[in-house]
């Protein structure tokens, strides 16, 4: 079945340093690709997206890229804030009308000022 | 627009008790998805409502059952729950449809003790 893969965490970072976050996939088909952020005492909320092979998704200055090849969407952002801690999940859907998400098991990040 | 609102925040429960949680989907949306997230784990799929049919299941035993209303409001209803059971239970919706995007609730903390 497809399950997603997440680096192991938790992550500690100070303001301004670069983020790189792991998330591999296996999945049958061609998946859309997300990433989800929770922020404490929330539900998720969805930071970005991507539907199809070398698409860029982006926001708020996070951006991962749909790789085929290494099966891989890997987040990134060039310099984060204290504002950025909280969880993030890497999942995926498949094209189908069931738009059920799997999810990885998500990573704290905590960013210190 | 109305976002996803879900019903009670928190609430306990003792062990053997049946429980009934709420989600009112987001307008224009006619899907209905219910995740369980236990701590420190990403959500899990439980099942998927579309037009008062149960639309996919994931691994989860018969006493989880749901129901979706013709305003795609759904309830999910645990049965004879036990402890495992404490955990953010988590409403999605989204519109039906090939690259679809689910938008979540903030979550029913359950406790079951």
């Known amino acids: 079945g497809d399950s997603v893969t997440q680096m192991e965490g938790p992550v500690t970072l100070s303001e301004e340093a670069f983020l790189t976050i792991n998330c591999t996939y296996t999945a049958t088909g061609y998946p859309s690709l997300f990433w989800y952020v929770q922020y404490p005492g929330e539900g998720l909320q969805l930071l970005l997206k991507?539907?199809?092979?070398?698409d860029k998704g982006s926001n708020k200055g996070f951006e991962a890229t749909y790789r085929k090849e290494t099966t891989s969407f890997h987040l990134e952002k060039g310099s984060v804030q204290v504002s950025d801690s909280a969880v993030y999940f890497c999942a995926l859907s498949d094209r189908g009308a069931n738009s059920k998400l799997t999810f990885g098991k998500g990573i704290t990040l905590s960013v210190r000022p | 627009e109305t976002g996803v609102t879900q019903s009670p925040t928190h609430l306990i429960k003792t062990r053997g008790q049946q429980v009934t949680l709420r989600c009112s989907s987001q307008s224009g949306h006619n899907t209905v998805s219910w995740y369980q997230q236990a701590l420190g784990q990403g959500p899990q799929f439980i099942f998927q409502?579309?037009?008062?049919?149960?639309?996919g299941r994931g691994n989860f035993p018969p006493r989880f059952s749901g129901l979706q209303f013709p305003n795609y409001s759904s309830e999910l209803n645990v049965n004879a729950l036990e402890l495992d059971d404490s955990a953010l239970y988590l409403c999605a919706s989204s519109q039906t449809g090939v690259n679809t995007e689910a938008f979540f609730g903030q979550g029913t903390r359950l406790t079951v003790v």
């Open positions: 409502y579309y037009r008062e049919e149960e639309n």
């Open positions: 991507a539907t199809k092979a070398d």
